[in-house]
């Protein structure tokens, strides 16, 4: 074998050995279990916004004087409808913070909505409203288990990202670490509920 094709065959070799280990196939396979990740996410809380107007419209049946509250309800819904989540938004921190504010601002809602209630005897006893009320708890579940496995997902990812020699390539290839879930502010402070 001559000189020159030992080279090549060198620095194929080489190449080849260098490509492998940057990390660009394992930094694309975390970016997209980020992406299914926040998908479900996104999953549960269209399945709990299909809820509300529902929930909303039995209890209007009956609380007909609580206007104030099916209105916040019906706007925090209108508001988490409107902001829209894409793979970019996701990368960019404040978008995903507002949209994580009005996701916040709807639970909120909702609580008011069912904290309300308890006003009325006869529709914490309405059927419709028991099984909506019931979906509504296993769906806020099913939120909370979704963004567990999205933090976990994200904290993996980032975690890699930031990793040497991965972080050289994603660096090059423009991957940068993705924004996560954080408590809302007040979170730590135990709610009031008077009636």
């Keep these: 074998m001559s000189l ?3 080279m090549v065959l060198t620095i194929l070799l080489t190449t080849t050995l260098l490509v492998s280990g940057c990390g660009y196939n394992s930094l694309q396979a975390k970016d997209e279990a980020v ?8 999953n ?18 009956y609380a007909t004087h609580e ?14 409808a409107s902001l829209k989540i894409d793979a970019q938004t996701l990368q960019d921190p404040v978008a995903f913070q507002k949209f ?8 909120s809602a909702l609580s008011r909505l069912i904290a309300v ?12 409203f028991l099984d909506l009320q019931a979906q509504l708890e296993g769906t806020e579940n099913r939120i909370a288990v979704a963004r567990k496995r999205y ?11 930031r990793q040497f020699p991965q972080s050289l390539t994603a660096k090059v ?11 809302e502010t007040g979170a730590d402070k135990v709610p009031t509920v008077s009636f």
Excluded: C, H
Excluded at 35 to 42: D, G
Excluded at 151 to 161: G, K, L
């Design 35 to 42: 992406n299914a990740a926040w998908s479900e996410v996104e």
């Design 44 to 61: 549960q809380y269209q399945r709990r916004a299909d809820l509300v107007p529902n929930l909303v419209n039995v209890v209007k049946g």
């Design 4 to 6: 020159i094709k030992r």
């Design 100 to 107: 994580q504010q009005a996701q916040a601002q709807l639970g």
């Design 173 to 183: 290839i423009g991957m940068k670490t993705r924004p996560n879930f954080s408590a």
């Design 151 to 161: 933090i976990s997902t994200v904290q993996d990812y980032n975690t890699y990202v």
């Design 117 to 128: 209630s308890e006003n009325y005897p006869d529709l914490k006893a309405n059927q419709q």
């Design 67 to 80: 206007k104030d509250v099916l209105v916040q309800v019906t706007q925090a819904r209108a508001s988490v």
